[in-house]
């Protein structure tokens, strides 16, 4: 099974850039997560979905949205890039919150 | 709001246990976890402990609970090479996965 997959893997945007990264699980689970990891400020939430409809703020959510497309789909968005949005992104799901949630491979972006 | 805490750094020699430490706010949560991270990788699932236990075994690893003092530990025996990685804590809180920084164990040969 391929689990959670994300695209792209790498990426380099430029400041005030948008683009969209996407998150599919083939699992059906209902809860899907977006975090960012940073060096020192370990895994940060982003947004989070509990359910199909439904998303609801992170830790840091500041200049990011996102859409669960339906139950396989999350995907998340930058719509003006800035250079502290550079980091790792994770997407995760898991059947409920306290069930193991499975990740992806990671997004690594840069904004320059 | 749940926070959880735990050391940046963990180094050892390959043969000796490691002791990874994390604290928590909120003991409401009905499951706290240990999640691995290897370099270039997503997490893994490395196990869990229900929070009516005070310990779980598991090969290698053993998970201590101590609710009282709200503190989750993870001992790895015979730590290896392969060991060296970034291992995270998480627990769940209002409907959210909240997760530790992380601790890079770092083993020598």
């Known amino acids: 099974n391929a689990g959670v997959t994300q695209t792209p893997k790498f990426q380099v945007l430029k400041t005030g850039q948008s683009m969209t990264l996407q998150c599919a699980q083939d699992m059906n689970h209902n809860s899907m997560y977006w975090y960012r990891q940073d060096p020192g400020m370990g895994l940060r939430l982003i947004y989070y979905s509990a359910s199909e409809g439904t998303t609801d703020k992170g830790e840091v959510p500041n200049g990011y949205n996102v859409s669960r497309l339906n139950k396989r789909e999350f995907s998340l968005r930058l719509e003006s890039a800035a250079p502290s949005q550079t980091s790792v992104y994770f997407c995760?799901?898991?059947?409920?919150?306290?069930?193991?949630?499975?990740f992806g491979q990671g997004t690594r972006l840069t904004v320059v | 709001g749940e926070d959880v805490e735990q050391s940046l750094f963990l180094s050892v020699r390959e043969g000796d246990s490691s002791v990874i430490n994390c604290t928590y706010t909120d003991s409401s949560s009905t499951y706290l976890y240990w999640y691995k991270q290897e370099p270039g990788a997503g997490l893994q699932l490395l196990t869990y402990i229900f929070s009516n236990m005070d310990m779980k075994q598991d090969q290698r690893l053993t998970v201590l609970l101590n609710k009282k003092d709200k503190h989750l530990s993870l001992r790895i025996a015979d730590t290896q090479t392969g060991d060296s990685a970034i291992y995270f804590c998480a627990a769940p809180w209002g409907g959210k996965l909240i997760f530790g920084q992380g601790t890079e164990l770092s083993v020598k040969p």
């Open positions: 995760a799901s898991s059947d409920t919150v306290n069930t193991e949630a499975f």
